[in-house]
């Protein structure tokens, strides 16, 4: 697995192209003129404006809707060229932005593919989006589970031979959807899936949601296009700088190219708005070439997140999750701008340790899982490593724990032994007394398609008397928003029990419930 960060000399610099940012630079220069404005946006940039008052003048005076002259409107546009920078950035045939985040590239994704075939091979753990596009598309699924730590609770990724054995079972195929990497920075074998795949004669696509920054340095693992996926969904929002809800979508020049690429295009214009948002679109202009162009920028970052994990390693008390991973044959590398910690080592929940670091210290990390939390470190930023590592090893330990820092539990005396039962995960051994952490429920046995389970009749009943019925709702905890339960599947007292627990924790919520803690469920009528 590699797990080098020092960049090797002689990373090539950028082109002269890819030092403008058309779009952003033309949206600037729009904004820069005097307009009376008799169209929409209603705020009209007015000075006096709740908008301007709230967010200063610049922000609604950059807010300009689409079809205009001199931004996308006609023959090769600042819209054009800044597409166009980005497929070269990405080493891409056509990107497209997206002002509806990932999630909206991945139902393009799902939705173009029954004109290659009537089933889906696609990883377990993928994104609730991936779901949601299989209920726009209607196509029949085969899952292909990844390898899951059960110690964390967390999944991984899915190898090569296991994708392989399902196209082998699968002869209407129409492609393969994986996830890389995963919410906790590991990194699949995307070329050897790219090779399963296209030796069975379908696509690779792939969920590179979390890998937008990839291949910008060499410390940075290789992008998921330059290994061979086909068409890769990438949430440049996340780690690559651009605003929130901003994303993209890239198709390879490769042997689907000519066949996919109408379809995207099409389905782009179901699902992008005709209000796209100037400043989203604007963004990503401006990421890409802060990217292509933050070669130091991109260093320092992985220099933070690197002294991140050797404080945590030095001081004993919270283990570092990624350096479990080569345990796992599916992972080849991990992505060093993440953090995830097994704060369960050192005697709390992942979920009480981030709303304690959001209440106490003004901290905010990405996600919180029963055993871990995840920080992550965007391409280019240069957070404040020590003030981070400070305030974690201020956290009490109320599960007790065994390293330096990790003070005593309460009720943690004699009869209160360590869960060490079969299973019981990190946290859970001697030293570490409490309950045993959430671990991740094994799906139930899928009844229906996701479409037609969501489309299906549907009654609401309790969550206890749901299980054994077919679900009619994704149902996932969020973030990371990977579903635990699928329309179309049994649900089973074990996710119950899980979505429930999720749903009771500090920032626990679970995407697609009808209520917060989880107490009803929208099942397929009998």
């Known amino acids: 697995m590699n797990t080098r960060t020092t960049p090797p000399p002689g990373h090539p610099p950028p082109s002269t192209d890819q030092l403008r940012a058309p779009y952003a630079d033309a949206l600037l220069a729009h904004a820069g003129r005097d307009w009376l404005r008799l169209n929409v946006p209603g705020h009209a940039a007015a000075p006096g404006s709740e908008l301007a008052a709230a967010f200063g003048a610049r922000v609604p005076a950059l807010d300009f809707p689409p079809l205009l002259d001199g931004l996308d409107l006609g023959a090769h546009t600042?819209?054009?060229?800044?597409?166009?920078?980005?497929?070269?950035?990405?080493?891409?045939?056509?990107?497209?932005?997206?002002?509806?985040?990932?999630?909206q590239g991945n139902q393009i994704a799902s939705m173009v593919t029954p004109a290659l075939g009537r089933t889906l091979v696609v990883q377990r753990s993928v994104h609730s989006s991936v779901v949601d596009g299989l209920v726009l598309s209607g196509l029949h699924a085969v899952f292909v589970h990844p390898s899951v730590d059960p110690a964390q609770g967390i999944a991984h990724g899915v190898r090569?031979?296991?994708?392989?054995?399902?196209?082998?079972?699968?002869?209407?195929?129409?492609?393969?959807?994986?996830?890389?990497?995963?919410?906790?920075?590991?990194v699949a074998d995307v070329r050897a899936l790219a090779d399963a795949a296209h030796a069975a004669g379908v696509?690779?696509?792939?969920?590179?949601?979390?890998?937008?920054?990839?291949?910008?340095?060499?410390?940075?693992?290789?992008?998921?296009?330059?290994?061979g996926a086909d068409l890769v969904t990438s949430s440049t929002h996340k780690l690559a700088g651009s605003l929130t809800q901003s994303a993209m979508l890239h198709l390879a020049e490769g042997p689907f190219a000519d066949r996919l690429e109408p379809?995207?295009?099409?389905?782009?214009?179901?699902?992008?708005?005709?209000?796209?948002?100037?400043?989203?679109?604007?963004?990503?202009?401006?990421?890409r070439r802060a990217l292509v162009t933050g070669a130091d920028r991109i260093a320092g970052s992985v220099e933070a997140a690197d002294k991140?994990?050797?404080?945590?390693?030095?001081?004993?008390?919270?283990?570092?999750?990624?350096?479990?991973?080569?345990?796992?044959?599916?992972?080849?590398?991990?992505?060093?701008?993440?953090?995830?910690?097994?704060?369960r080592a050192g005697g709390i929940t992942g979920h009480e340790a981030r709303r304690l670091l959001f209440r106490d210290h003004q901290v905010m990390v990405e996600v919180a899982t029963d055993a871990a939390i995840v920080a992550v470190v965007g391409a280019g930023s240069s957070p404040d490593a020590?003030?981070?590592?400070?305030?974690?090893?201020?956290?009490?330990?109320?599960?007790?724990?065994?390293?330096?820092?990790?003070?005593?539990?309460?009720?943690?005396?004699?009869?209160?032994?360590?869960?060490?039962?079969?299973?019981?995960?990190?946290?859970?051994?001697?030293?570490?007394?409490?309950?045993?952490?959430?671990?991740?429920?094994?799906?139930?046995?899928?009844?229906?398609?996701?479409?037609?389970?969501?489309?299906?009749?549907?009654?609401?009943?309790?969550?206890?008397?749901?299980?054994?019925?077919?679900?009619?709702?994704?149902?996932?905890?969020?973030?990371?928003g990977i579903p635990n339960v699928l329309p179309g599947e049994v649900i089973t007292s074990e996710a119950v029990g899980f979505l429930r627990r999720t749903a009771a924790a500090p920032g626990g919520h679970v995407r697609g419930a009808l209520d917060p803690d989880v107490s009803r469920l929208r099942v397929v009528a009998p």
């Open 386 to 480: 020590d003030r981070f590592v400070e305030a974690l090893h201020c956290l009490p330990a109320p599960l007790g724990g065994s390293g330096p820092g990790a003070g005593p539990s309460p009720g943690s005396g004699p009869g209160s032994g360590p869960g060490s039962g079969p299973g019981s995960g990190p946290g859970s051994g001697p030293g570490v007394p409490g309950r045993a952490p959430l671990r991740l429920p094994r799906p139930g046995a899928a009844r229906l398609t996701a479409r037609e389970a969501f489309l299906s009749p549907a009654r609401v009943v309790p969550a206890e008397e749901a299980v054994g019925m077919v679900s009619a709702d994704t149902l996932a905890a969020y973030p990371p």
């Open 78 to 103: 600042p819209l054009d060229e800044a597409r166009e920078l980005a497929a070269r950035a990405w080493g891409a045939r056509r990107t497209w932005f997206l002002t509806n985040g990932a999630s």
């Open 160 to 186: 090569a031979e296991e994708v392989r054995g399902a196209l082998e079972r699968t002869p209407d195929a129409a492609a393969v959807y994986v996830v890389s990497p995963s919410y906790f920075g590991a």
């Open 263 to 287: 379809l995207v295009d099409r389905a782009f214009r179901l699902v992008q708005s005709t209000s796209a948002s100037a400043l989203l679109t604007a963004s990503l202009d401006l990421a």
């Open 308 to 343: 991140m994990r050797g404080v945590v390693r030095a001081l004993g008390r919270f283990g570092v999750v990624s350096d479990g991973f080569h345990r796992f044959p599916d992972i080849t590398a991990a992505d060093p701008l993440r953090i995830a910690l097994d704060t």
């Open 203 to 227: 696509p690779l696509i792939v969920d590179e949601a979390w890998g937008s920054h990839f291949g910008f340095h060499p410390a940075l693992p290789e992008g998921a296009l330059a290994l």
